[in-house]
């Protein structure tokens, strides 16, 4: 069975870039075929798929996104990262890591997802 565990910073500041990591056990990232997203969830709003990197590592960004999210990997320790730039008060959310096979992904009785991190853009 697929585990994921989200990791990184709590508290980011302004303008700064918020930087996650997943970790993945009981399974490879690199199985096809299948997708590793990150989706999040502000304060009384609905899960927002950011984007994803695939079991062959091409990368996938929703486009209200794009411009500031980077996803890459590292397939020797199963991890993948989300890279947001230039943050704001508004990118404050539960933050989660997921892998199913299909995209976008923003159900979470689909796939496997990890619990979710709070990260807070605050100075």
């Known amino acids: 069975q697929v585990q994921l565990q989200e990791s990184g910073p709590g508290l980011v500041k302004p303008s700064q870039t918020l930087s996650l990591t997943c970790t993945v056990s009981?399974?490879?990232?690199?199985?096809?075929?299948?997708?590793w997203s990150w989706i999040r969830q502000s304060p009384g709003k609905g899960l927002e798929w950011m984007g994803a990197?695939?079991?062959?590592?091409?990368?996938y960004y929703a486009p209200s996104l794009k411009s500031r999210t980077s996803i890459s990997r590292d397939t020797s320790k199963s991890q993948f990262t989300l890279q947001l730039t230039s943050v704001t008060p508004e990118d404050t959310a539960v933050y989660y890591c997921?892998?199913?096979?299909?995209?976008?992904?923003?159900?979470?009785?689909?796939?496997?997802w990890g619990q979710g991190t709070q990260v807070t853009v605050s100075s």
């Open positions: 990197i695939s079991s062959s590592g091409s990368t």
């Open positions: 009981g399974g490879s990232i690199t199985t096809a075929p299948y997708f």
């Open positions: 997921a892998g199913a096979k299909q995209l976008p992904l923003v159900d979470r009785s689909v796939g496997a």
